[in-house]
């Protein structure tokens, strides 16, 4: 077992949140306002009439070109040797502006040759984080670097992909994951859907990073249930950010 712990523990469990890049799309610089309605005019509802630019409060966040990261969480498994106990340990990274937030993720990239696990990861976090960290002028760490590289010399792992086993056309949600594997909710007070609304209208900045970092934990519990582990086992979850704040 400890051995299987050993593996586990170079896996970086992670999940972004994102917002639009400004709170009205008044507020784009031109050229993006001129992006944005050629983008809109494919995303609009068939058959209905919006005025220009109001989808984009609702809708950019979820593209990178319009939206930026506001909030990365990460978690990995240490194996505590003495006790012979497993510790969750969890962090975010939540500044106040874009570019300290994704500056503290790429250096913790940096500091170990991660494996980088996310739910949808491969469509959405992994992308989305490569193209912001270039967009702030960042260099981007060696695990999101997927040029010139084989498939297998990826250390990407996906929780939906591993689910879909090969049904390339069926996508899952992590809470119905959750659901099946009778793991406790992370929508305790918010989803993915309201996080420009707690962002821009509310300053709930605190309420995204705890959302975001019960994500990660529901995601890694999705994992070890992939794994076949019993679900009474005991982990100890450390929020490594009340140590930072304490």
């Known amino acids: 077992m400890s051995a299987f712990f050993n593996g586990l523990e170079n896996i970086l469990f992670l999940d972004i949140e994102t917002a639009s890049l400004e709170s009205e799309f008044s507020l784009l610089p031109d050229r993006l306002k001129s992006e944005w309605l050629k983008k809109e005019i494919h995303i609009k509802p068939k058959e209905e009439e919006i005025e220009a630019g109001s989808l984009f409060f609702q809708r950019a966040g979820i593209y990178a070109e319009f939206g930026k990261v506001i909030c990365i969480g990460v978690g990995y498994f240490h194996f505590m040797e003495e006790s012979g106990k497993l510790e969750f340990r969890t962090k975010s990274f939540c500044a106040e502006n874009e570019y300290d937030t994704l500056e503290g993720f790429v250096q913790l990239l940096e500091k170990k040759s991660w494996i980088l696990c996310a739910h949808n990861g491969k469509e959405f976090d992994f992308p989305y984080l490569s193209r912001r960290i270039l ?14 590289k084989k498939p297998w010399e990826l250390r990407h792992l996906d929780t939906l992909e591993l689910w879909k086993f090969g049904d390339y056309k069926h996508y899952t949600r992590l809470e119905l994951l959750a659901a099946i594997f009778d793991i406790p909710t992370s929508k305790e007070s918010i989803d993915g859907s309201q996080v420009n609304e707690a962002y821009y209208l509310q300053g709930n900045l605190q309420g995204i990073r705890e959302y975001c970092l019960r994500d990660v934990w529901v995601t890694a519990q999705v994992y070890l249930a992939f794994q076949g582990l019993p679900p009474d086992m005991e982990v100890q979850v450390i929020n490594k950010d009340a140590e930072t704040s304490g």
């Open 135 to 148: 967009v702030n002028r960042l260099p981007l760490p060696e695990p999101l670097q997927i040029s010139g």
